[in-house]
């Protein structure tokens, strides 16, 4: 069974900044990509940004420059961090990963259980 497990987030006023954690545990064989997913009310999820077993990343363009995806490969925990933040920044954030496990030997994405970030103007 696997598990995405996140932390972080919170309240924070424009300009401020906030980390996002996202751990995953189980069964893991191996990770191909993990990513950061945001929902506001009444819109739908849509990308943040993403980093591949190769260390590539990609971002939507509204948060290039200002966030940032790492990944420690060793821990299957990936990071966001989030500098300049705006009101318009305020969601629900999702961790994602593309995971084979063992235990059965399946590959599929698993969702973390969602971080709310609120920033205030």
């Known amino acids: 069974q696997v598990q995405l497990v996140e932390s972080g987030g919170g309240l924070v006023q424009a300009g401020g900044s906030l980390r996002l954690s996202c751990a995953a545990s189980?069964?893991?064989?191996?990770?191909?990509?993990m990513g950061w997913y945001r929902q506001a009310p009444g819109a739908q999820r849509e990308l943040v940004a993403v980093?591949?077993?190769?260390?590539?990343?990609n971002y939507a363009d509204s948060v290039k420059g200002r966030f940032t995806i790492s990944r420690d490969s060793p821990k299957n925990t990936v990071y966001l961090q989030m500098n300049s933040l705006k009101p318009e920044d305020t969601a629900v954030y999702y961790c994602?990963?593309?995971?084979?496990?063992?235990?059965?030997?399946?590959?599929?994405?698993?969702w973390g259980q969602g971080s709310q970030v609120t920033v205030s103007s």
């Open positions: 994602n990963a593309d995971i084979t496990s063992f235990t059965p030997i399946v590959y599929r994405a698993y």
């Open positions: 189980g069964s893991i064989f191996s990770i191909r990509a």
């Open positions: 980093i591949k077993s190769g260390s590539s990343t």
